[in-house]
């Protein structure tokens, strides 16, 4: 019996748009491959380095920003980045993410030491080459937890509601 699993994400202010939070691979949850990853899977990779690639729906040739912080929590692996918004696709994702739309994260790894299954494998050491924002992760827990938005100053709100006012009137 497949299980659904239910997660909230969180909009909040930063200093710095395009910022987002989240686990790109949770522990001890059976994904689309049949495979599980143990606690630990990620130590030695976090380790040696160095910080894997964050792409666009696992395509090497769409990079589309920066993985600032990755740790391992008892949940899984917890991940803190910064999408490059100068960049069409950045733009893309922020949106989505933002609107709910787009909220999966998925790792690309080379396996260094797995233990097998009747059907798939419990992985227990990886090394992490890219992390990609999907919509849909192999690992169905994987997800995008916290979008971070600047907080605009008063002048920045006061201009804003301006041009809404203006275009309104002149519609």
């Known amino acids: 019996m497949k299980q659904k699993i239910h997660h909230k994400m969180t909009l909040k202010t930063h200093s710095k748009n395009g910022w987002f939070s989240g686990y790109a691979s949770v522990f001890n949850v059976q994904d689309l491959q049949n495979d599980w990853v143990e606690k630990g899977a990620f130590e030695a990779a976090i380790r040696e380095g160095p910080m894997p690639k964050m792409l666009w729906q696992h ?75 999907v919509t849909f992760p192999a690992n169905p827990a994987a997800r995008i937890t916290d979008i971070k938005q600047r907080e605009m100053s008063l002048r920045q709100r006061v201009a804003a509601l301006s041009d809404k006012i203006e275009s309104h009137i002149n519609q």
């Open 59 to 133: 395509d090497p040739t769409q990079p589309i920003g920066r993985w600032e912080k990755m740790e391992e929590h008892d949940h899984g692996l917890y991940v803190e980045g910064q999408l490059f918004l100068a960049l069409e696709k950045g733009r893309e994702a922020f949106l989505l993410m933002k609107e709910g739309v787009l909220d999966g994260l998925s790792i690309g790894y080379e396996v260094r030491q797995s233990t097998p299954l009747k059907a798939g494998s419990i992985l227990s050491d990886l090394v992490l080459h890219e992390v990609s924002l």
